[in-house]
């Protein structure tokens, strides 16, 4: 006989004379009530064990974190909460679990010690409940682009090029690094390296989309990223996914329309097909923020905060425009912020993004054409020879969610740029080829994931949203 998922069973139209469940033992009440757990949903289901005609060996071994198996019939539960429960005819202990050792007790854990725990936190309602609206989340993503004929690209995780020109890489070498090889002046012969060149993980995944994108017309990546900052903050990890749609003959307007049309759609469809888990969540978070002042916990709840982004269009705001809300700012003039804004030109720190989202505007924000000298080498050129058509996405909560641009289509203005900064035009030979043979305006954006499932789960560590995480000195796992 084939065992039934609890979700199935709890979502039954009617009785049932027998059925069949594995799981996970969440409690055992007076030797009586096993709340049965099997990941299928955030729900339990109750199995009431005839106690009386188990050996007492049996009911022993029937601790938390326990797996089991067990037949019964369905019957309509005069327990409050729950529509049915299992009356158990027979129950087998699959694994046991010592309640003097396993870690996950039914009590409450700190965040920090499911952390060190990762690989048994997601046996947690709350861990559980996160995990599986990630699941719906990317497979919304692909549901959407899909749905809209994108294509799918799988770009190389192992590159040359830093698309971002930042130096954040994680360099990948089989050289033996106690004897590297060196040229006849000294330097590191990366000749001999695995790839005959200096290869490193990759930060993104644009540079090869937009070769796809001037073929395919519309593509999207969603795929791991890897980025060495030292940034050991709560929305910084050193491994996450990216999701990076690239569309040919799309302007910045066109950009933008795409970006705010996708995240309301993945929001909608997890909220529809999440919502027992979003609504524990939404109970985790208020339960969270009594422990806060009033002042700093949220005026809204966490589904009251995901309607509000489906129903209001994200505010649309220039740098320059920015800069003078912040200027003018009362945490600028009192020298509240830790770096002052001064003047146009000046790189927005999450401090000051935040405040144009949660107090200034109160709505999601796209921030757009920006300062050329602050963003990347690809981003087109505005006719003020000053400012680029890059924009940003700030989110309450989380800051950046989006970061993207329209991409510098003119072959010259994009060479001279990367000679100014210093990029190696060989390096990126391929990358010139998609303007020197049929260029067009085109742009794209990345979302980084785990920050979207930040907003939608209401956690507020990126830590807790991956399985996981690689940050700056943990990779535990
Ligand atoms: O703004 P970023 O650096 O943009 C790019 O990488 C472009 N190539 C995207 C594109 O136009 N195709 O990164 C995009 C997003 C950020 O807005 C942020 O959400 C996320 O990636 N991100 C991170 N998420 C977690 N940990 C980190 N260390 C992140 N760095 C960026
Ligand atoms: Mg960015």
């Not at 971002?164 to 002046?185: H, I, K």
């Amino acid at each position: 006989m084939k065992h039934t998922k609890v979700k199935e069973l709890l979502n039954s139209a009617q009785t049932l004379q027998e059925v069949y469940v594995k799981g996970w033992v969440r409690t055992f009440r007076n030797n009586q009530f096993i709340a049965l757990n099997d990941g299928s949903t955030i729900n339990n289901i109750q199995c009431v064990v005839d106690f009386e005609n188990t050996p007492a060996e049996t009911l022993k071994r029937i601790t938390t974190g326990a797996a089991v198996a067990l037949k019964g019939s369905l019957t309509e539960s005069k327990g409050a909460g729950q529509k049915y429960e299992i009356q158990v005819t027979s129950l087998e202990i699959l694994g046991d679990s010592d309640p003097e050792k396993f870690p996950m007790q039914p009590k409450k854990h700190t965040l920090e010690f499911l952390r060190a725990n990762a690989h048994l936190r997601v046996r947690t309602n709350a861990f559980g409940a996160i995990m599986r609206v990630r699941s719906v989340l990317s497979f919304a993503v692909h549901q959407y682009f899909q749905e809209k004929g994108f294509v799918y690209v799988n770009t190389p995780v192992i590159t040359g090029a830093d698309a971002e020109g930042a130096g954040e890489m994680f360099q990948v070498t089989s050289l033996p690094l106690d004897n590297l090889p060196r040229t006849e002046e000294g330097h590191i012969d990366y000749k001999k390296d695995f790839f005959g060149k200096h290869t490193n993980l990759t930060v993104s995944g644009q540079l090869e989309g937009e070769t796809f994108a001037m073929a395919l017309g519309q593509i999207y990546t969603f795929g791991p990223t890897f980025r060495a900052e030292n940034s050991n903050t709560s929305r910084h990890l050193a491994e996450f996914w990216m999701i990076e749609p690239e569309v040919a003959f799309n302007d910045l307007d066109d950009n933008m329309d795409l970006a705010e049309d996708f995240i309301q759609y993945v929001i909608k469809y997890t909220m529809d097909k999440c919502a027992d888990d979003l609504k524990f969540l939404e109970g985790r978070l208020l339960e969270e923020e009594k422990s806060k002042p009033q002042a700093e916990r949220s005026e809204m709840t966490l589904l009251e905060k995901l309607n509000f982004v489906l129903e209001n269009n994200f505010k649309r705001v220039s740098y320059t425009e920015a800069i003078d809300i912040l200027k003018n700012s009362t945490p600028n003039k009192k020298k509240k912020f830790q770096y002052i804004i001064e003047e146009w030109g000046a790189d927005l720190q999450s401090e000051h993004e935040r405040f144009l989202v949660e107090k200034h505007f109160k709505c999601p924000v796209i921030l757009y054409d920006y300062p050329a000298n602050i963003k990347a080498f690809y981003m087109r050129l505005n006719e003020d020879g000053k400012t680029v058509r890059a924009m940003d996405i700030l989110f309450p909560g989380i800051g950046e969610i989006v970061g993207g641009s329209q991409r510098e289509e003119r072959y010259d203005v994009l060479v001279e740029k990367m000679k100014t900064l210093g990029i190696d035009e060989e390096e990126l030979w391929w990358y010139l080829d998609t303007r020197r043979f049929g260029t067009a305006v085109h742009s794209g954006f990345g979302l980084g994931f785990e920050r979207l499932v930040l907003f939608v789960t209401g956690m507020t560590n990126i830590r807790d949203v991956i399985p996981f995480p690689r940050t700056p000195g943990n990779a535990e796992f």
